[in-house]
Nanobody, 115 residues
Framework: QVQLVESGGGLVQPGGSPRLSCVASGVISRIYDMAWYRQAPGNQRELVASITSGGSTNYADSVKGRFTISRDNAKNTVYLQMNSLQPEDSRVYYC?????????WGQGTQVTVSS
């Protein structure tokens, strides 16, 4: 059974730099593309950053220069380093793993940016 478990969210001060982690189990994650999405209540889920199985990365314009996606295939883990967080970054952050038509999602982790 494939499972993705995110962690690292919570309450963060403006300007903070948390790191989200997503651990995959039940699958060899290195052959999958990985991505982070985020969603605010009432809004569509939006792509934040992605990293292919080969290591190529892509970022939403709103997070370029502030967020960094990386992966550790030995640990079946993808990370999202978030810097200079602002209140508008407050969302539920989801991890996604995909390969061809297969998609798996985590349960999400809430990030709230507030003083």
């Amino acid at each position: 059974q494939v499972q993705l478990v995110e962690s690292g969210g919570g309450l963060v001060q403006p300007g903070g730099s948390p790191r989200l982690s997503c651990v995959a189990s039940g699958v060899i994650s290195r052959i999958y593309d990985m991505a982070w999405y985020r969603q605010a209540p009432g809004n569509q889920r939006e792509l934040v950053a992605s990293i292919t199985s080969g290591g190529s990365t892509n970022y939403a314009d709103s997070v370029k220069g502030r967020f960094t996606i990386s992966r550790d295939n030995a640990k079946n883990t993808v990370y999202l380093q978030m810097n200079s967080l602002q209140p508008e970054d407050s969302r539920v952050y989801y991890c996604k793993m995909s390969r061809f038509s297969l998609q798996y999602w985590g349960q999400g982790t809430q990030v709230t940016v507030s003083s």
